[in-house]
């Protein structure tokens, strides 16, 4: 399986996850720089990047169609 690359600080690479991987039906799994576990959610025009954060929280970061910050939500507690 291929390794995706996400880094925040790169819209040019958040648009080329989009170009490559827009038409995915499923999101991609793996973990971050600090352990954690992250989901990502890639569309044509917007990314959808979940981290399941240490203390419990569900990190919620959007992405628009040019790769740059659309916002962060939490969206409660997982564990």
Not at 9 to 29: A, D, K, T, V, W
Not at 49 to 60: A, D, I, L
């Amino acid at each position: 399986m291929e390794n995706i690359i996400f880094d925040s600080s790169n819209p040019e690479l958040i648009r080329n996850l989009m170009e490559q991987y827009g038409n995915s039906e499923y999101p991609y799994h793996g973990k971050n720089e600090d352990g954690q576990d992250v989901e990502i959610h890639i569309g044509k025009t917007s990314v959808i990047y979940k981290t399941f954060q240490s203390n419990g929280w569900v990190r919620v970061n959007y992405f628009d169609e040019n790769g740059y910050s659309d916002g962060e939500t939490f969206d409660g507690r997982w564990k």
